[in-house]
């Protein structure tokens, strides 16, 4: 669309304005799948910038409605496939909250180990394909190559590569296979012997440095107003992590380290990505080591046939990889929720793309839209 005002008569000076509104996506490589960016452009320059999402929309939060505890999960570790065990767990915490039901300790262990394994393997996919939006193509291979690592265990536990479905309300699916522990102990130590390998490649990069530092720049303030959270979220500085500031599973009696960084800009994004891993497969080992210590026992609880959950509500939030995700659980009783509202990290993470994209060129947006680290299924309910 082109605007042009234009003075008339003899010797009239021409007065033109310009503005084009461009459409990327919904179907667009920049976009990460079926999200669109309306962009109102000054020459190269964006002026305006609107998400609209919705292309997706599968009625998630409907269908919660009219399936019982056990088949919540299944849906639930949809909508960010790149984290579905993390995703699973805020459905079966609010479940149990409810119910007041303890799961055993073996659980809460192994629930905390695997799901750092599933942030390790979320962080390992964004530290490869970011570079690769803008050029680099050889992380993604050092990346992939680590992802497979750590996903050959947890497809070894759970026989799901993406969707698990190993989080039960009162625990686990079954126990941890024989010799399991160890071969986690290997992956994890292999991985974290070669990320330095893929740091050195990417953050000493003077092309990569140059696209990213100092662009996209994104303030405490509006941090703050668009309810951002996540490694987005640190790299301004906000110092926030559910895992030690409102700890859930094991996490009371682990050393979490949050990093933070004060720049907010896309090179501060990826950085906090990088040590975010790190301190993911230290808690990993330390896990292993306490799974280790504990006698034999039972990894679940017995569930009756029909589950109902008690009448009454509450809410339930975890630190998901890519932020902040909470279940607001409403039951009556019955063996299905009567309301289970969904929030989603990326929602949040992608409105504020409005207040990032103005001024930047159309070259930078990509660079941006990279790295607020969002799942396309993730925005949509």
């Given amino acids: 669309m082109t605007e042009r005002v234009v003075g008339i008569g003899a010797g009239a000076k021409e007065l033109a304005t310009e503005d084009m509104v461009l459409n990327i996506g919904p179907q667009h490589p920049s976009t990460h799948g079926v999200l669109r960016l309306r962009l109102t452009l000054d020459g190269e320059r964006i002026t305006a910038a609107e998400p609209i999402v919705g292309y997706m929309h599968r009625g998630a939060e409907k269908l919660f409605e009219v399936r019982d505890y056990r088949q919540i999960i299944m849906l639930a570790n949809r909508h960010d496939w790149l984290s579905g065990f993390a995703n699973e767990l805020g459905v079966v915490l609010a479940a149990e909250r409810m119910l007041g039901m303890e799961p055993p ?26 570079p690769l939006e803008l050029g680099a193509m050889t992380p993604l291979f050092y990346s992939f190559n680590e992802r ?13 590569r ?19 522990l160890d071969r986690v102990s290997e992956a994890v130590a292999e991985t974290r012997r070669r990320v330095p390998d893929i740091e050195d490649l990417i953050l000493h990069n003077e092309i990569f440095i140059a696209r990213t530092k100092g662009v996209g720049v994104l303030s405490r303030e509006q941090i703050m107003q668009y309810g951002v959270s996540g490694p987005v979220a640190r790299a301004s500085g906000v110092d926030f992590d559910l895992r030690r500031d409102d700890p859930y599973l094991a996490y009371p009696e682990l050393p979490v380290k949050v990093v933070t960084r004060g720049a907010g800009d896309c090179q501060a ?16 080992d330390a896990c292993v080591e306490k799974l280790r210590s504990l006698p034999p026992g039972p990894i679940n609880q017995r569930l009756p046939k029909v589950l109902k959950v008690p009448e009454g509500h509450t809410y339930a939030w975890t630190e998901n990889p890519l932020g902040i995700n909470g279940y607001y659980l409403v039951s009556k009783g019955d063996k299905t929720p009567w309301r289970l509202k969904l929030r989603s990290a990326s929602y949040s993470n992608i409105q504020v793309l409005r207040e990032m994209l ?15 680290f969002f799942v ?3 925005i949509d309910k």
Wanted: charge should be negative; glycine fraction near 10%.
């Fill in 162 to 180: 993406m969707h698990y479905m190993f989080n039960r309300v009162g625990g686990l699916k079954e126990d941890l296979p024989y010799g399991w």
């Fill in 269 to 284: 994004r990826f950085e906090v990505l990088f040590d975010q891993l790190k301190v993911s497969l230290d808690l990993a």
């Fill in 148 to 160: 497979e690592r750590i996903q050959a265990v947890m497809e070894e536990i759970s026989g799901g």
């Fill in 358 to 372: 103005p001024g930047h060129l159309v070259a930078d947006m990509v660079a941006i839209l990279g790295s607020m």
């Fill in 376 to 378: 396309v299924g993730d």
């Fill in 105 to 130: 300790v073996r659980a809460v262990w192994a629930r905390t180990l695997l799901a750092e394994l599933n942030r390790v393997l979320n962080h390992l996919m964004f530290l490869g394909s970011y």
